[in-house]
């Protein structure tokens, strides 16, 4: 078990640019979420994936929020024109889903995005 | 929705004082209820659960119990030490773990 990776743990970017993050979740979990943490704040859900199928997404996450998992392993979050109230740390979780309680979630150490 | 709503911090207690951290929640359905904890420079990690009313989560001699007809999953430890100072985060998650719900922190400060 090498835990839930996150790369890159810091981005520091320019308002209106692009960025992406990738997660690798733990291999045999087919479970992935994102959350977003501000601040003083606790995680806010995003999205979720069950294998490659995004099956939930917050309204938190506007149009300019991507998120995808082609094959059901890693996953990518996008952000497109990136503004100064993106700046928070994003963060991965994957859990598996077996039997009927629900599996806690293994959380990565998160992505710190800066916006100048 | 469904909400977590957790007692504000800071908190800060001496080495061996009885600790609890309040939780209340709304969910509709019977959700699962979970602490995690976040010690400095590191990721959330689970401390414990419990998935059905009356259930005792415990772990690292931290006690939460589901609590339905109060709504309620309060942290509980009898004795503190100065290693358990991190930041404790309350959390619900819908039958299915689709989605979570987390609160807002709560950071616990242990001097000796």
């Known amino acids: 078990d090498t835990g839930v990776s996150q790369d890159p743990r810091h981005k520091i970017t320019k308002r209106g640019q692009n960025v992406t993050f990738r997660c690798d979740p733990i291999s045999e979990h087919n479970r992935l979420y994102w959350y977003r943490q501000t601040l003083g704040q606790g995680p806010e859900f995003l999205t979720y994936?069950?294998?490659?199928?995004?099956?939930?997404k917050s309204r938190l996450l506007s149009d300019r929020f991507s998120a995808e998992r082609p094959k059901g392993s890693f996953s990518t979050l996008e952000i497109q024109r990136t503004e100064q109230g993106d700046s928070a740390m994003y963060l991965c979780a994957s859990s598996p889903s077996r039997g009927e309680s629900n599996q806690p979630q293994h959380f990565g150490d998160g992505t710190r995005l800066s916006i100048l | 929705g469904d909400s977590v709503t957790q007692m504000e911090g800071p908190v800060t207690l001496s080495e061996e004082a009885f600790l609890t951290i309040n939780c209340t929640y709304t969910?509709?359905?019977?959700?699962?209820l979970f602490w995690y904890v976040q010690y400095p420079g590191e990721g959330l990690q689970l401390l414990l659960k419990a998935t059905k009313a009356d259930d005792k989560g415990s772990n690292k001699g931290f006690e939460a119990t589901y609590r339905k007809e109060t709504t309620s999953f309060h942290l509980e430890k009898g004795s503190v030490q100065v290693s358990d100072s991190a930041v404790y985060f309350c959390a619900l998650s819908d039958r299915g773990g689709n989605q979570f719900y987390f609160g807002t922190g709560t950071s616990l400060t242990v001097i000796p």
């Open positions: 994936f069950q294998n490659e199928a995004q099956l939930e």
């Open positions: 969910a509709t359905g019977y959700p699962s």
